[in-house]
C-alpha cells in the first residue's frame, strides 16, 4: 500500500461535474488499495472574485484581513470534495490548513511554511479517511489565518508529501503536463516526459504557470518527485524530478515574461559605490532586479540599465526619484513595453552554440535584443513586447523538431 498526495488547482474543481470528476479519481487511487490525501485550491476564479470583492470595500485593507478572506475559497472546496466522496462511498474528511498542522510565518498573503505537524492528517488516514486538506493557508505565531502566496496549494500539497514520505505527489491540473512552450501558443509545443527540478524552476519563474515556484523549490530541497498532469484527460504527465532524461534535447522550453521593465539611470558618476546606492535603495524595498548592464564610463559617466518586475516599476521609479540626487544620475527612464524571453535546458551546460542559435533564429525573425543575462542552465534576452510572440516562435522551432 502507498500514501499518494493528489493536488487539484482551482478549475479542476470549478463546479459539481468537475468536483464529482475529482472524486472519482481520489476514489479510484485509495480502492487501488492507496492511503490518500487530496490538497485542493479554491474553485475556479474563486481567490480572484475574492480580491475583487475586497477592493470594492477598500483600496488598502489590511493583509490580516485578506487572509481571513482568501482562505475561504479554498474551505469551500474541501468540503464540498469531502461531500462528494462520502456520496460516492469512499469515506472522507476535509481539515482547514490549520486542522492540518500548518504553521507559517506571520507574513500575511505570502506567508511561508515553518512547520508541519501531521498528526492530525495521520489519525484520520489510520481511520482510513481520505484527508482533504485546503491548500494555500495556515496558521501564524499569533493563531491568525495565513495564506502562502498565488498559487501556494501546489506548496501545501508537496509540504505533505514531504512530511509524510509520500510515495507520489501528483499535481493535477488543466494542462497535461509541463510543454516546451504555452501550447495555446505555439502550435507544435511538445509535452515533456520529464524535467528537473532546476529546469522546473527556471521555467516557473520565468512565467511558465504549471507549478508555483516555491512548491519546486521545496520538492527539490526534500526530493520530492512530482507528477504533473491532468484531471479531464487521463493520461501520463510529466515527471519533475532531481535528474532528467534529456530526451536528446538540448533545451526544454521557451518562455516568455510580460511582467518586466527596463529602467535606466542616466549618467550617474563613474565613481565607485554607485550600484550600491541604486540596488541597497531598490532592495530595500524589496524590489528585485534580474538583469543589469552598466555602459562604459565616459566622461567620467556612465548609465546604468537593468530591469524589474513591471509590477514594481512605479515603485521602483519613486524610489529611485527620491534618491537620484544621492545617486548622481540626471535622468530616469522607464520602458514597459518590453518581454523577456528565454530558453531553459540542462543540456546547454555541455554543448556550446547554444546562445548562437537563439540568436540567429532572432536575426532571422528579425529581432532586436536590448539586453542579454545567462545562466548555467538559462538564456534570456529582453526584446519590445510586441515582437515577444514571434520570437517565441522562431526560438522553439530552431530548437524544438
Ligand atoms: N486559490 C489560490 C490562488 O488562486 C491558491 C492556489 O490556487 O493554489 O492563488
Ligand atoms: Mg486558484
Known amino acids: ?21 475529482v472524486a472519482r479519481i481520489v476514489a479510484n487511487t485509495r480502492n487501488a488499495g492507496n492511503d490518500v490525501v487530496v490538497v485542493v485550491s479554491a474553485q475556479g476564479d474563486t481567490t480572484d472574485d475574492l480580491i475583487e470583492k475586497a477592493a470594492e470595500i477598500t483600496h488598502d485593507p489590511s493583509q490580516r484581513e485578506m487572509d481571513m478572506l482568501l482562505s475561504t475559497g479554498e474551505q469551500i472546496s474541501i468540503a464540498l470534495l469531502a461531500m462528494a466522496l462520502d456520496s460516492i462511498g469512499t469515506p472522507a474528511i476535509s481539515l482547514t490548513g490549520w486542522q492540518a498542522g500548518f504553521r507559517t510565518n506571520r507574513a500575511y498573503t505570502k506567508a511561508r511554511i515553518t512547520k508541519l505537524d501531521t498528526e ?10 481520505v484527508v ?13 489565518i495565513t495564506t502562502l502566496g498565488r498559487g501556494g496549494s501546489d506548496t501545501s500539497a ?87 532524461d534529456v ?29 550600491f546606492k ?13 538583469i543589469i548592464l552598466q555602459s562604459v564610463g565616459r566622461d567620467d559617466s556612465k548609465d546604468l540599465t537593468f530591469t524589474v518586475p513591471r509590477s514594481d516599476a512605479e515603485l521602483a521609479l519613486a524610489v529611485l526619484r527620491e534618491n537620484l540626487s544621492r545617486i548622481g544620475g540626471t535622468d530616469i527612464k522607464v520602458d514597459t513595453g518590453v518581454a523577456k524571453v528565454s530558453i531553459v535546458g540542462a543540456g546547454m551546460q555541455s554543448h556550446s552554440g547554444v546562445a548562437s542559435s537563439m540568436f540567429e533564429a532572432l536575426y532571422e525573425a528579425n529581432v532586436n535584443i536590448r539586453m542579454i543575462s545567462t545562466s548555467e542552465i538559462k538564456i534570456s534576452v529582453i526584446i519590445d513586447q510586441a515582437e515577444a510572440d514571434r520570437a517565441v516562435a522562431a526560438i522553439h522551432s530552431a530548437f524544438i523538431h
Do not use: W
Open 120 to 129: 492530525r492528517i495521520e489519525s484520520e488516514l489510520a481511520r482510513n479517511r
Open 132 to 144: 482533504v486538506v485546503a491548500g494555500f493557508q495556515g496558521l501564524n505565531r499569533m493563531d491568525d
Open 158 to 244: 508537496v509540504a505533505i508529501a514531504a512530511a509524510l514520505h509520500a510515495d507520489r505527489c501528483q499535481i493535477y491540473t488543466d494542462v497535461e503536463g509541463v510543454y516546451t512552450a504555452d501550447p495555446r501558443h505555439i502550435k507544435n509545443a511538445r509535452k515533456l516526459q520529464e524535467i528537473s527540478f532546476d529546469e522546473m524552476l527556471e521555467l516557473a519563474s520565468l512565467g511558465a504557470q504549471v507549478l508555483n515556484n516555491r512548491s519546486v523549490e521545496l520538492a527539490k530541497k526534500y526530493g520530492v518527485e512530482l507528477e504533473v498532469l491532468s484531471s479531464l484527460n487521463p493520461i501520463p504527465g510529466t515527471i519533475v524530478k532531481e535528474v532528467a
Open 1 to 21: 500500500m502507498a500514501l499518494i498526495v493528489q493536488k487539484f488547482g482551482g478549475s479542476s474543481v470549478a463546479d459539481r461535474e468537475r468536483i464529482f470528476n
Open 247 to 275: 530526451e536528446g534535447m538540448l533545451i526544454k522550453g521557451v518562455a516568455k515574461d510580460d511582467n518586466v521593465a527596463v529602467i535606466s539611470i542616466l549618467e550617474v558618476p563613474d565613481v565607485p559605490g554607485i550600484s
Open 278 to 290: 541604486v540596488f541597497g535603495a531598490l532592495a530595500q524595498k524589496k524590489i528585485n532586479v534580474d
